[in-house]
């Protein structure tokens, strides 16, 4: 019996790989279509994944095919305009990739085309699916650690970039409370871009959580980091890194073993989310996990930190500013660049003159 729906995915790179896995893997989906505008890109993943129907135009996948469900896989500045692209077509659903866009303007623009056209928008925080992080909630709310007081992650490589998963895990295991304020600051000399926008040298941000809870984001400070966080309790503390989980109680310390430690990368995240997703479509899970609404949660404290570095204050949420004040800082003169000289951590990917940077600047 043919899978229920039809998937079509926007960009053949990396991650598209794992949800190329996620939907094959989920007996409800199929991918049908799949689009890049790099050749070899197309020709490769069409491939791997047996996808004959292949684009160089995602537009024109759009158009022609149907879809059910749409992934959006293309770098940061990308996601807005695909994302409202294929809501017009409307699909069931579309999974667009972390982070969420790279201002809250672009994000607002999703949710709105998402809702007119009647489109389940999710957000590729897969790691809501791991074992350990839904252990994690389960132990905070239990009380396994007391009243959570402090949650600590630190990550590298711009804080847009793995820093979402780490302020979604912080966000996931409260219970996706209505942060109230952030305070930031944020080094910037050099032009530093990852996946074609613009982030910090390093920086650092403490995020007010209802109940004098604080969070803290530390990006590029030293060399290791989380996926995760360090969450301190009045009667205990955890710690998790990607799908690991320990914890320290009364009675010492305590290691969660996974039930999904498969050792590929991301674990089984992607296939449950896959599951999720049709989940979702089908009317069995309104609390689908990875929701635009958390992504958007995620986005705003990130362009939060970025808009109080900028404006020198304690800066209260919901953020007012809807572009990127990162954005908006080093084009003011706010956070002058002083050793010139664009480039991009994610440079490494670029195939071709569509993908590098100066050309997702135009
Ligand atoms: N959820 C996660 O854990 C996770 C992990 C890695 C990356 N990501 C996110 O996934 C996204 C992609 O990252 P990646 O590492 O796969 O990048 P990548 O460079 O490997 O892949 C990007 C692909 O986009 C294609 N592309 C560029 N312009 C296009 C266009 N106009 N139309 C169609 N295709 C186009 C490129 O040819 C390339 O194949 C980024 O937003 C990144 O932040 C998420």
Known sequence: MPAKYRVGIIASGRIAREHGRGWQECEHTQIVAIADSHPQALAQYGHDFHVGRRYLDYREMLAREELDIVSVCSWDPMHAEMTIAAAVHQPKAILCEKPMAVSLGEADAMIIA???????????????????????????????????????????????????????FQLFVLGDPQPQWVMGSVERKTDRYIFGHRVEDRCFGVIGYPNEVEGIIESDMNPS???????????????????????????????????????RPYGHAHVDQAYGIVEWIEGKNENYL??????????????????????????????????NPLDVAVESGVLPVERPGMYDERSFLVRGESMSWSAQKK
């Not at 007391?146 to 992650?153: A, D, I, Q, V």
């Not at 949660?297 to 919901?318: C, F, K, N, Q």
């Open 114 to 168: 998402c809702e007119r056209n009647n489109v389940k928008l999710a957000i590729g925080h897969q790691r809501r699916f791991y074992s350990a992080w839904q252990e994690a909630k389960r132990l905070i709310q239990d009380g396994a650690i007391g009243e959570p007081k402090r949650l600590w992650s630190a990550v590298r490589s711009g804080m847009m970039n793995t820093g979402t998963h780490c302020i979604d």
């Open 225 to 263: 980091y989380q996926l995760g966080a360090n969450v301190y309790g009045t009667e205990g503390m955890l710690e998790v890194n990607e799908n690991r989980l320990r914890y320290l109680t009364k009675r010492g310390w305590k290691e969660f073993e996974p039930t999904d430690k498969e050792q």
């Open 290 to 323: 990875g929701q635009a609404k958390q992504g958007k949660a995620a986005l705003e404290i990130m362009l939060a930190v970025y808009e109080s570095a900028r404006m020198h204050e304690r800066v209260m949420l919901p953020l007012l500013t809807r572009a």
